[in-house]
């Protein structure tokens, strides 16, 4: 028996338990989604430039990151090379698998150590992202590599090409911002600037509505609550940092654009 099949054993008494535990977990996360979004209409995530010492002492951020989504890396490969993985073999889940692990191979692998005068993090956002990387990549990992069954043909569907589509132009858009972001500052920078070029011309969470496009079109392509239930916190976490930021941007910046938006194009 692998591994990590002996531990999902303790743990669930048959497949349908585990299968409904994940089911379980997704209400969950939206309901926690609700509930962090009704915090962020009060607080600021305490990161960045809204970093407290209230929050725990600071965690360097480069380690931070890594440190704090390398379970969304771990905890996956786990579950497909020494678990039982009996979907594994089939095309929309191994198309499903590669959308995660492009992204999360980036996130914990490569975006910490770009990272160019970033604050640090408090403890207390470290420890909840690294659990929340473990929580999600158990639930979307688990579910495609184990019990996702998809009709006959799907991935020629539109949902799924649509989804699939998305999926991939938020990236671009997510990685594009994310180095325009970046390139705002030399080495050993700290301060902001007003982020030019790209979607930042529209918004000014690109980077953030980049991540939203893309776990929405993984949510349609996927189509299961599971992975619906990872756009939603995502899309709630998200918008209010881009929100949170574009209030920010326009106290400190005098000249910053007027037409710019905070997350959505000419709209919001
Ligand atoms: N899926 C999810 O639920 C989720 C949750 C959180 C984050 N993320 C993703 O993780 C990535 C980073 O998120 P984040 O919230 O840290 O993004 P962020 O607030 O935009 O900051 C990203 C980096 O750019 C720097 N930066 C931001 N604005 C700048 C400016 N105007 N001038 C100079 N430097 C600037 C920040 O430095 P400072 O540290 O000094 O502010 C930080 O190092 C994003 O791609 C986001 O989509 C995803």
Same mark, same amino acid.
């Given at each position: 028996? @692998?591994?990590?099949?002996? /531990?999902?054993?303790?743990?669930?008494?048959?497949?349908?338990?585990?299968?409904?535990?994940?089911?379980?977990?997704?209400?969950?996360?939206?309901?926690?989604?609700?509930?962090?979004?009704?915090?962020?209409?009060?607080?600021?995530?305490?990161?960045?430039?809204?970093?407290?010492?209230?929050?725990?002492?600071?965690?360097?951020?480069?380690?931070?990151?890594?440190?704090? @989504?390398?379970?969304?890396?771990?905890?996956?490969?786990?579950?497909? &090379?020494?678990?039982?993985?009996?979907?594994?073999?089939?095309?929309?889940?191994?198309?499903?698998?590669?959308?995660?692990?492009?992204?999360?191979?980036? +996130?914990?692998?490569?975006?910490?150590?770009?990272? !160019?005068?970033?604050?640090?993090?408090?403890? $207390?956002?470290?420890?909840?992202?690294?659990?929340?990387?473990?929580?999600?990549?158990?639930?979307?990992? !688990? %579910?495609?590599?184990?019990?996702?069954?998809?009709?006959?043909?799907?991935?020629?569907?539109?949902?799924? /090409?649509?989804?699939?589509?998305?999926?991939?132009? =938020?990236?671009?858009?997510?990685?594009?911002?994310?180095? /325009?972001? +970046?390139?705002? !500052?030399?080495? =050993?920078?700290?301060?902001? #600037? /007003?982020? +030019?070029?790209?979607?930042?011309?529209?918004?000014? =969470?690109?980077?953030?509505?980049?991540?939203?496009? @893309?776990?929405?079109?993984?949510?349609? $392509?996927?189509?299961?609550?599971?992975?619906? $239930?990872?756009?939603? &916190?995502?899309?709630?976490?998200?918008?209010? +940092?881009?929100?949170?930021?574009?209030?920010? %941007?326009?106290?400190?910046? @005098?000249?910053?654009?007027?037409? !710019? #938006?905070?997350?959505?194009?000419?709209?919001?």
């Amino acid at each position: 028996m @692998e591994f990590m099949d002996s /531990i999902v054993e303790m743990l669930f008494t048959s497949s349908e338990e585990e299968l409904y535990i994940l089911d379980c977990l997704s209400y969950l996360m939206m309901l926690l989604a609700l509930l962090t979004g009704l915090t962020l209409l009060f607080e600021n995530v305490p990161y960045g430039r809204y970093t407290s010492s209230k929050y725990g002492f600071p965690v360097n951020v480069k380690v931070a990151w890594f440190v704090q @989504e390398l379970p969304a890396l771990l905890v996956p490969v786990g579950l497909i &090379f020494w678990a039982s993985a009996l979907k594994i073999s089939h095309l929309p889940n191994q198309l499903l698998l590669c959308m995660y692990f492009c992204h999360y191979v980036q +996130r914990s692998l490569v975006y910490p150590f770009l990272i !160019r005068g970033g604050k640090p993090t408090p403890f $207390a956002s470290f420890a909840l992202a690294f659990v929340f990387c473990i929580y999600n990549g158990y639930l979307q990992v !688990r %579910y495609l590599s184990q019990y996702a069954d998809f009709p006959q043909g799907w991935v020629s569907h539109p949902c799924f /090409i649509t989804g699939s589509c998305l999926w991939l132009l =938020g990236w671009i858009i997510n990685l594009h911002s994310d180095q /325009i972001l +970046r390139n705002l !500052r030399s080495p =050993g920078e700290t301060d902001y #600037k /007003i982020p +030019r070029g790209g979607v930042f011309e529209y918004v000014s =969470g690109a980077n953030f509505l980049g991540e939203i496009v @893309e776990w929405a079109g993984f949510a349609l $392509a996927a189509h299961s609550v599971h992975s619906f $239930a990872f756009a939603f &916190f995502t899309f709630i976490v998200l918008s209010s +940092r881009a929100i949170s930021h574009h209030k920010w %941007y326009l106290k400190k910046f @005098e000249d910053y654009p007027k037409s !710019r #938006k905070a997350l959505i194009p000419f709209v919001l």
